[in-house]
């Protein structure tokens, strides 16, 4: 299990009361994985069918070990 974390460079403390928001976030929900990723200007991600790029956004990766449903 684990996480990539494509997160706008002007997130952060900037735009939230302290650092590390959305790693934050991401292990709220799904607790201590593993999360790497990098800052970046622009994200792209679909709006209605088309896809555009977005500022201030973070795009987010999750991973986990698939399990067998007999098992």
Known sequence: EGALLFSCNGRGSRLFPGPNHDVGLIRDVFGP????GF???GEIGPVGGQNFIHGFTASVVL??????AGA
């Open 63 to 68: 991973f986990e070990e698939k399990t067998d």
């Open 33 to 36: 994985i593993p999360v790497a």
């Open 39 to 41: 800052f970046a200007m």
